[in-house]
């Protein structure tokens, strides 16, 4: 099979492009730094909001793995419009017209607006997207709704949770790292839903042999979801260090997380809320339409994240 992967250097693209090469299929790499991929494996440096492909690099191409994008806060309304946007339904339309069996897109429970409520939300329960990154998620998943629900290619959307791997980003760093240096324990409160890189992977490689028909949305979580305050008692337990106290009170917590607002002052949503929220999501719905399940765990990865170990070289 002959598989194409835009992002192919990014957090989730380099963990499929590997296990893509594993299987013995035929890859097509792109990224916009054109940086090589562990093991040596060469990509092709393109601009996705200035440039597309050449068809002839399309030829033959069975699936078009779409995960390039912008994801970063502080990114320029037309960012998001350009690559998000319009460069994902360009793409779209030039593996159709080469003849892709596939087009699997990468989007973001972002793309279903802010929860309203604390029961896991399926696909449907969608409110307007109140960020430039949810917003643009949304109208790339309209656009190939509206395109290619009649075509030939199939096209698959997804909306992966929050993602998290041995080598932790964002909050979920921070955390290992202040777990590390003695970070008192969070209080308790709220719940969210994550997703394992490698299910996620594991997932995208399934659809691509096996897709239906049309279009087809789905939530991807692991199944289990998990407070701020669990998170840090599973790292503290995998680091040795046995349960944190918590000695800093809410109130602290809160006035720190607005401190932080304040000073990173983008507004687009509170560290209280992205700590201590609720953003609880269903896989019942990709559960039932494939063979694919989640097998991995947060208590699997815990060691490595609190360690280090799991980081790049």
């Given at each position: 099979?002959?598989?194409?992967?835009?992002?192919?250097?990014g957090?989730?693209?380099?963990?499929?492009?590997?296990?893509?090469?594993?299987?013995?299929?035929?890859?097509?790499?792109?990224s916009?730094?054109?940086?090589?991929?562990?093991?040596g494996?060469p990509?092709?440096?393109?601009?996705?909001?200035r440039?597309?492909?050449?068809?002839?690099?399309?030829?033959?191409?069975?699936?078009?793995?779409?995960?390039?994008?912008?994801?970063?806060?502080?990114?320029?309304?037309?960012?998001?419009?350009?690559?998000?946007?319009?460069?994902?339904?360009?793409?779209?339309?030039?593996?159709?017209?080469?003849?892709?069996?596939?087009?699997?897109?990468?989007?973001?429970?972002?793309?279903?607006?802010?929860?309203?409520?604390?029961?896991?939300?399926?696909e449907?329960?969608?409110q307007?997207p109140?960020?430039?990154?949810?917003?643009?998620?949304?109208?790339?998943?309209?656009?190939?709704?509206?395109?290619?629900?009649?075509?030939?290619?199939?096209?698959?959307?997804?909306?992966?949770?929050?993602?998290y791997?041995?080598?932790?980003?964002?909050n979920?760093?921070?955390?290992?790292?202040?777990?590390?240096?003695?970070?008192?324990?969070?209080?308790?409160?709220?719940?969210?839903?994550?997703?394992?890189?490698?299910?996620?992977?594991?997932?995208?490689?399934?659809?691509?042999?096996?897709?239906?028909p049309?279009?087809?949305?789905?939530?991807?979580t692991?199944?289990?979801?998990?407070?701020?305050?669990?998170?840090?008692?599973?790292?503290?337990?995998?680091?040795?260090?046995?349960r944190?106290?918590?000695?800093?009170?809410?109130?602290?917590?809160?006035?720190?997380?607005?401190?932080?607002?304040?000073?990173r002052?983008d507004?687009?949503?509170?560290?209280?809320d992205?700590?201590?929220?609720?953003?609880?999501?269903?896989n019942?719905?990709?559960?039932?339409?494939?063979?694919?399940?989640?097998?991995?765990?947060?208590?699997?990865?815990a060691?490595?994240?609190v360690?280090?170990?799991?980081?790049?070289?």
């Open positions: 099979m002959k598989c194409l992967v835009s992002g192919a250097t957090f989730i693209g380099r963990q499929l492009c590997q296990q893509l090469v594993a299987r013995g299929d035929t890859l097509l790499a792109l916009l730094s054109g940086e090589r991929l562990p093991g494996l990509t092709q440096a393109l601009d996705l909001a440039h597309e492909p050449d068809d002839a690099a399309l030829e033959g191409v069975d699936v078009v793995f779409h995960l390039a994008g912008v994801a970063h806060r502080h990114a320029a309304a037309t960012d998001y419009d350009s690559l998000n946007v319009d460069a994902t339904l360009r793409l779209a339309r030039q593996a159709a017209r080469c003849g892709a069996r596939c087009f699997i897109f990468l989007s973001s429970v972002k793309a279903m607006g802010p929860a309203q409520q604390k029961e896991p939300r399926a449907r329960d969608c307007p109140d960020d430039p990154y949810g917003l643009s998620k949304w109208r790339a998943e309209c656009a190939l709704r509206e395109e290619f629900a009649t075509g030939d290619m199939a096209v698959v959307i997804l909306r992966p949770t929050l993602v791997g041995a080598q932790p980003k964002g979920l760093r921070l955390l290992a790292d202040g777990v590390r240096r003695g970070l008192p324990r969070p209080p308790a409160g709220g719940a969210r839903s994550m997703v394992a890189l490698a299910d996620l992977v594991d997932l995208l490689c399934r659809l691509s042999i096996r897709h239906p049309g279009v087809s949305t789905w939530i991807v692991g199944g289990v979801d998990y407070s701020t305050r669990e998170i840090y008692d599973l790292l503290r337990e995998a680091a040795g260090k046995g944190g106290l918590a000695w800093l009170p809410p109130w602290a917590w809160r006035l720190g997380a607005w401190l932080f607002d304040r000073v002052g507004g687009v949503d509170s560290t209280w992205r700590l201590f929220g609720t953003e609880r999501y269903s019942s719905a990709v559960l039932s339409a494939t063979d694919w399940r989640p097998r991995q765990s947060l208590q699997d990865l060691g490595a994240m360690s280090g170990s799991g980081r790049a070289a």
